[in-house]
């Protein structure tokens, strides 16, 4: 039982600079709560079997997370790598009207950050967020959770374009990022990770350029 | 209390045929179990208040419905105009190998037909739709539904262009369409119906078109 939290933070759930050995606890908890899920569904085990397995105390637990549910979800912070999300708003060429031509390129390359960040930790999750459905509590928190991440990212693109979040190309554009991250995530493990997550998902993101851009009407009718 | 189907079908909920009137009646026991679950919930009525509402009897209910949660999510054949799948599988052009070159005209013709059927129940549907994530009953049933109505519409695409069903622009494709009808919708319910349901869709497809035909990395990268 290593990793007694308390020692060094207040309110450690809210904290934004955790130290990197707390970090990893945080994760660890998540990784396993999800784990857990997967094997024997939300309700097939309790918060004391978990902290067994991550190696931490009932105490240091409930210093990350205040309810299981919360650590089956994690934690914000942990799904993105460092200063990502800094670049990315950073990366907008100055002096353009309107949304970058950069805009796609500049998405790609913030998505695939994220989904090279962690590779092993694709497979877990992946296990994870295919029994969800199966579980009403965590299908509940999930029809909750997802349309606020997708607002989050859909309103920093926004503030990065000066346009309204609403923006009908933008929102497009989240929407279609989020299909080609879990397909290319479903094809990835379901390949046993045969081919880069970045070349699967890279054949979803140049198949939806290629059939999306067909004209659209027919010149027979 | 008119409409007693059991004198002219025997197993109306199967039946591909059903009479004009029965149609019709079905369709408004489902119109009318969509508008009583947005204002009162699903639990907040029950199938004689809904019976009351449509003007049938008990029994004339359980002979399209076995249960309310049938009734509400509603049947396959009412969400297509007659003819409109047979119309899009017959209009893929002759001597093509691979993805027809109108397959996103034949598709935004295909899902338009479908919009305009009938722009007056779009808005109970909106309303019944924006409540589902409230009530668990309802939220499990639309996470198996919704899944297989989209593996329906890819399986129909997949025959029609001589493809796998999990072919990545097929799916993307399939995906895209479902977010632009389901934004569309909601941007035409919250501006009343000022623009037609045609103009606010073809926004969608338009503006998600610029998107994604941005280049995929940067020339300065």
Redesign the interface.
Known sequence: MENSAKDDLSAPTKGAHLSTRMQKTRLSITRQARELTAEHGYNGFTVEQLCEHVGISRRTFFNYFPTKLDAVFGHDADDIPEGAVERFMASRPVGITG?S??????L??FVLEQLTFDEQAIVSTHGFFSVV?RE?EL??RM??VGPEKEAEFLNLIATREGVQPD???????V??MH??VI?SVDRYVSDSGQRSITDVF?????????????????ND?
Not at 101 to 106: G, R
Not at 167 to 173: R, T
Not at 202 to 213: G, K, L, P, R
């Open positions: 949304l031509p950069t805009l796609l390129a500049d790609v390359a459905h009403p299908l509940q029809m909750q923006h009908p190309g933008v929102m497009a554009l929407h279609f299909f080609a397909k890279m054949e979803y993101i140049t198949a939806a350029q290629d059939v999306i851009s067909h004209p659209l009407t027919r009718s």
